[in-house]
Structures are given as C-alpha cells and as structure tokens.
C-alpha cells in the first residue's frame, strides 16, 4: 500500500513563506512524475509546480518567481518552498505522484490527502 503524507501547511501572512513536504512510503518500486496541485474553494485543482517523467520542473504562470520545487529521490520526498505568499495562494494543496509498486504491473497516480494553506493578515 503507497500513501503520500504532505506536511507544513499552515497561517502565514501575505508576503511570508512556508514549505511544503510530501513524503511517499510503502511499499515503492519506483515514482516518476511527482508535484503539486491545489484547490481553492469553488474553484477546480489546479497544477502548482511538478516535475515530469524526464526530470524537468514546471511552474504554473501564478507562482513563477515565487515557489520552488524540489525533491530527494533517497527519502522519496517533494518539497515546495513557498515565497511572497499572497491571499490568493490561499486552498489545499495536494500531492500526486504515479508510482510503480512491488504489486503491480506499471505506474498509478496517488494523491495525497491535503493540506492547508492559509495567507491571511
């Protein structure tokens, strides 16, 4: 069984950081694309930042400049350092992966279940 647990959620305000992680555990043979998406009330998920199949990072047009993402391939973890936060930066943010378990036969994409973000003075 995989599971991918995000931490460093949080209130910060505007103009602050915070840093995401999302470490993935079980039972992994091998994870491919990993990022991060959020959600915001009333509106669709959206992609934040990722890296795909080949490595490479992407950014959505809202965050360029402001966020990074990162990863430690060792301890199967994302990051996402968070900069001059602004309210509306403010949702749940997820993290997905397609990972490949010791139990099947290619990737599946897992999300993750959440966490809180709030930028607020």
């Known amino acids: 069984q995989v599971q991918l647990v995000e931490s460093g959620g949080g209130l910060v305000q505007p103009g602050g950081s915070l840093r995401l992680s999302c470490a993935a555990s079980?039972?992994?043979?091998?994870?491919?694309?990993m990022g991060w998406y959020r959600q915001a009330p009333g509106k669709q998920r959206e992609l934040v930042a990722g890296f795909t199949s080949r490595g490479s990072s992407n950014y959505s047009d809202s965050v360029k400049g402001r966020f990074t993402i990162s990863r430690d391939a060792t301890k199967k973890t994302v990051y996402l350092q968070m900069s001059s936060l602004k309210p509306e930066d403010t949702a749940v943010y997820y993290c997905?992966?397609?990972?490949?378990?010791?139990?099947?036969?290619?990737?599946?994409?897992?999300w993750g279940q959440g966490t809180q973000v709030t930028v607020s003075s």
């Open positions: 997905n992966a397609d990972i490949w378990t010791t139990s099947s036969s290619g990737y599946r994409n897992y």
């Open positions: 079980g039972s992994i043979f091998s994870i491919n694309a």
